[in-house]
């Protein structure tokens, strides 16, 4: 059960930063996660007042909110046409409308969680957070990083050209993924990330000249076991490394030849 002694609806970063510095102290988020623990919380910190819900375009990037919604990233049509639908892809099979009504993408990002199919998603996008304290930070180094007492204000997408697509393996709908995959292919070359391995996602360069001809089913699928080569997989209760590491292939030559389609 959780039990939070004092709830605050911080008026600043500043406010909730230093309140965050505390290690019974919690950001909320979208409360979802959190309120399956059991644990105790001395002060619960609400960013609801902080304008962190707003996805902002510009020429050059899409700037968006921590606060902003699973559901707002799945209904945005900017985003769409930026990843040719791999958006809302990535959450759909998220619980259900409910959840993504509540969950964020700060939350999501923050946690860095294993099972995350936004973390796999964003990585190939390019993706960088806002720190309150830390300054922009690429978000596979941030990622890569022991979470640290700080205030993630917004993730920055830039617009680059380019083919993306997201493909993930589940053993039931609306279940966590067994394994995720993100391919983004563009004129420098492919970026591909694998997620729920069951450790959090990471990219992966895999042998980019099996590519240079071009991608045809026997090229994706060549690319796909050299990326599943190059990953590491674990176990747990929703499928064994070995397993997980038999799909990969499946999933990178899938979305390569999905970009392959819409290209």
Not at 21 to 49: C, E, F, P
Not at 192 to 213: F, N, Q, S, V
Request: charged letters at 20%.
């Amino acid at each position: 059960m959780l039990t939070i002694k004092r709830y605050v609806r911080a008026q600043s970063l500043e406010e909730a930063y230093t309140l965050c510095q505390k290690r019974a102290n919690v950001v909320l988020g979208g409360m979802l996660w959190l309120k399956t623990q059991n644990r105790t919380v001395d002060t619960a910190i609400d960013l609801s007042d902080l304008g962190l819900d707003a996805i902002e375009e510009t020429p050059e990037a899409f700037r968006i909110g921590a606060m902003v919604t699973l559901r707002q990233l799945e209904q945005h049509d900017g985003l769409a046409a930026l990843t040719q639908g791999a958006m809302a892809e990535s959450v759909r099979p998220i619980v259900g409308v409910q959840f993504r009504n509540l969950a964020t993408l700060g939350g999501s990002l923050y946690g860095r969680f294993g099972f995350s199919d936004l973390l796999t998603l964003f990585l190939v996008l390019d993706a960088k957070v806002e720190l309150y304290h830390g300054g922009t930070v690429p978000l596979a180094d941030y990622a890569a990083r022991p979470y640290e007492r700080d205030i993630l204000t917004h993730i920055v997408v830039p617009r680059q050209p380019g083919r993306v697509a997201y493909r993930a393996q589940r053993n039931i709908s609306t279940d966590f993924p067994v394994l995720t995959c993100a391919v983004a292919v563009r004129s420098d070359g492919v970026r591909c990330a694998i997620g729920a391995r069951p450790m959090k996602a990471r990219l992966y360069t895999g042998d980019p000249a099996l590519l240079t001809g071009g991608i045809t089913p026997e090229s994706a699928a060549a690319f796909g076991e050299s990326i599943a080569a190059e990953a590491s997989f674990g176990g747990n209760l929703r499928a064994g490394a070995d397993y997980r590491r038999a799909i990969c292939p499946v999933l990178v030559r899938r979305a390569l030849l999905a970009c392959k389609e819409e290209e």
